[in-house]
């Protein structure tokens, strides 16, 4: 087994030697219902805890990840000596497997403590409101591995294929927290460095592999990429003029920026959501996704109707 099959000599890989290939994927949604039941097993359950419900909540996990979910949550339920595992502790073994370990002795300001909200506000009441995106699991301002604040979205269902205006809204809420600090602080903060790395990696994406700019038409220039070394990227020649170098860079940065006043109009236009929930965070350091919903007050796509009858937000972007 290998996850780099491009290393091996081709001599290994002709007819009659190890002539076939067989692709061990992430497993579905079904398929992690399956392993979840047999790690589930000689584990106490409490009558609340559905596995359908845990397997919708861990995509992309693998069947290891999946058995050291129902370990974790059955190593915190018994430190709480309890007789069955119960949601609580499935969630909690969650948040540790997927952001790691809470950091107890990171204290930070109180001024610190509002950007955190505020930023993950900004996130949560952008994704909230846009119709495209990925319904708000759960938004915590607690510090975790190396993030000082998360906000969780679920996907209704498994997606293999995505849509140019998912894509789109995914990076507007990405750049939500970024927008509300400068709406708020009027600055901005290290606090969006990832944020900033995801989105600039997905619209590059977008652009160079999967022909999603108006302005380049339908066109892949990602080129192949090869790896040296695991996690160690060789620099891939370019198969394209300055000229047309130059308009990616300006196209990447084109889309970023609409992207971001997708977010900033957003939340702009909802600054009293924002405000609220920011509010709820400093008192709860947590709040789960009804609990956004509720604070923003009207159902998504009522609130997404209201803002595009107003011209409030923008109903695409270019």
């Known amino acids: 087994a290998t996850n780099r099959p491009d290393v091996l000599d081709p001599a290994l890989l002709r007819p009659g030697r190890f002539d076939r290939q067989i692709t061990v994927d992430l497993p579905t949604m079904a398929a992690r219902v399956d392993i979840l039941k047999i790690h589930a097993r000689n584990k106490p359950l409490a009558e609340e805890v559905e596995l359908r419900t845990i397997a ?17 949550a059955a190593l915190l339920a018994a430190r709480k000596n309890k007789t069955a595992i119960e949601n609580e502790d499935i969630e909690d073994a969650r948040d540790k497997i997927l952001m790691g370990l809470e950091r107890e002795s990171l204290i930070l300001t109180e001024r610190e403590r509002r950007l955190v909200a505020y930023h993950e506000a900004g996130h949560a009441i952008t994704a909230a409101i846009l ?19 998360v906000t969780q979205q679920m996907p209704d269902q498994e997606m293999y294929i995505y849509p140019k205006e998912y894509l789109l809204e995914r990076i507007a809420v990405m750049m939500g927290g970024r927008a509300a600090e400068e709406l708020v602080f009027h600055t901005a903060t290290s606090g ?61 940065k084109a889309l970023l920026e609409s992207a971001y006043t997708k977010a900033a109009e957003t939340l702009q236009t909802n600054r009293d959501k924002l405000d609220a929930l920011a509010d709820a965070l400093l ?35 270019a």
């Not at 919708?56 to 974790?72: F, I, V, Y």
């Not at 070394?229 to 990616?248: D, I």
Request: proline content about 5%; aromatic content about 4%.
């Open 56 to 72: 919708q909540g861990t995509p992309g996990l693998s069947g290891a990840d999946l058995r050291n979910l129902l370990n974790e």
């Open 131 to 149: 119709p495209n995106a990925d319904p708000i699991h759960k938004v915590t301002i607690v510090p975790r591995g190396r993030a000082m604040g």
């Open 192 to 252: 969006a460095e990832n944020d900033l790395k995801e989105a600039t990696q997905l619209v590059r994406k977008m652009v160079l592999d999967w022909g999603m700019s108006d302005r380049l038409g339908h066109i892949a220039l990602g080129g192949r990429r090869e790896q040296v070394f695991l996690g160690e990227e060789l620099g891939h020649p370019r198969e394209y003029s300055e000229k047309t170098a130059y308009e990616v860079d300006e196209e990447i």
């Open 283 to 317: 008192a709860q350091e947590e709040v789960l996704g009804d609990q956004v919903l509720d604070i923003v007050g009207v159902s998504k796509q009522e609130a997404v109707s209201e803002a595009h009858r107003n011209g409030e937000v923008p109903a695409a972007v």
